[in-house]
């Protein structure tokens, strides 16, 4: 069993969810958010520090986590699917692991064929409001991601784990896996680029390099 986890936001996609959803909010709520999550990305504070905030901030429905389900199909990395297809074709078994949220993510996960994601479920009120989110879940704090690969390498008794990010709680899945590859398609993060044991711009070059 060989597993290759994607990020999902400005990796397979070149959008961040959470800055969408607030886009819907309006310009400012925008800038608000996206530069906690640019914080955050680029490792100047801890996900947890800015999780919450943010969505105490934005407090999505479940019609805007639809309308951005939708967009991150329309922005999907343009050499995504084939290459997943690849992958899959040659052996690997493709999982999103995400800080940003299932429901957002699974229309992205169907149009790739990705059957496995780990990310953050958001809770509604029965008239489709906000009503939280499950800040117990690994990926709302620094080192989640490498929790959660921890995990699957048991539980799918993985003999090689390969992880695909933009952002530090990427690069932070460094010791748990055989390689780590930097993307930089969308947002080139300095940190990343240099720590990175391997960086990429296309994910149409990840079949070749693992």
């Not at 996900?47 to 919450?52: I, L, R, S, T």
């Not at 300095?190 to 070059?205: D, G, N, P, W």
Request: proline share 4%; net charge negative; hydrophobic share 40%.
């Amino acid at each position: 069993m060989k597993l290759i986890c994607f990020d999902c936001d400005n990796t397979l996609s070149s959008i961040e969810g959470i800055d969408e959803l607030a886009r819907l909010r309006g310009p400012d709520v925008f800038a608000r958010v996206e530069a906690l999550t640019n914080d955050a990305m680029n490792g100047l504070v801890r996900m947890e520090d800015v999780f919450g905030r943010r969505l105490e901030i934005v407090r999505p429905g479940k019609a805007e986590v639809a309308a951005v389900g939708r967009r991150y199909v329309e922005t999907v990395e343009p050499t995504a699917k084939a290459t997943i297809a690849l992958l899959v074709e040659t052996g690997w078994t493709p999982i999103i692991i995400s800080g940003g949220f299932r429901q957002t993510i699974g229309p992205l996960a169907d149009f790739l064929g990705v059957s496995k994601i780990e990310a953050v479920d958001l809770h509604f009120l029965p008239d489709g409001t906000y009503k939280g989110y499950a800040s117990d879940y690994p990926t709302t704090r620094s080192g989640g991601k490498g929790q959660i690969i921890t995990e699957l390498r048991a539980e799918f008794s993985a003999e090689r784990v390969v992880m695909v990010g933009d952002g530090a709680s990427d690069l932070e899945t460094m010791p748990q896996v055989d390689l780590f590859v930097g993307f930089g398609g969308y947002v080139s993060r300095e940190k990343v680029k240099r720590e990175a044991k391997a960086f990429v711009t296309s994910l149409a070059s990840i079949p070749a390099l693992i």
